[in-house]
């Protein structure tokens, strides 16, 4: 059974950082490329960042030089740092694990952790 586990949210006031964790089970970790998305309510859950399987990051263009991305293998863990946070940054952040061979796709979410940045 394979399980995303997320922790690290909560509020924060303008300015201020938070450290999403992200632990899985159940996969071969270091063969995912891990991701954080974040969904608002009523909004589609979009892209924070990524990280692949050999390390390349990529970050929508809103958290760069902001947040950063990275993965422990030998913990089954991907973090995200998140600095100089802003209130449009409140939303529920989403780990997501994904890996494609051939035409098969694996890809798998957590249930979310609540970041809140208020003034």
């Known amino acids: 059974q394979v399980q995303l586990v997320e922790s690290g949210g909560g509020l924060v006031q303008p300015g201020g950082s938070l450290r999403l964790s992200c632990t899985a089970s159940g996969i071969i970790f270091s063969r995912y490329t891990m991701g954080w998305y974040r969904q608002a309510p009523g909004n589609q859950r979009a892209l924070v960042a990524t990280i692949t399987a050999d390390g390349s990051t990529n970050y929508t263009d809103s958290v760069k030089g902001r947040f950063t991305i990275a993965r422990d293998n030998a913990e089954n863990t991907v973090y995200l740092q998140m600095d100089s946070l802003k209130p449009e940054d409140t939303d529920v952040y989403y780990c997501?694990?994904?890996?494609?061979?051939?035409?098969?796709?694996?890809?798998?979410w957590g249930k979310g952790t609540l970041v809140t940045v208020y003034s």
């Open positions: 997501n694990a994904d890996r494609r061979a051939f035409v098969t796709t694996w890809n798998y």
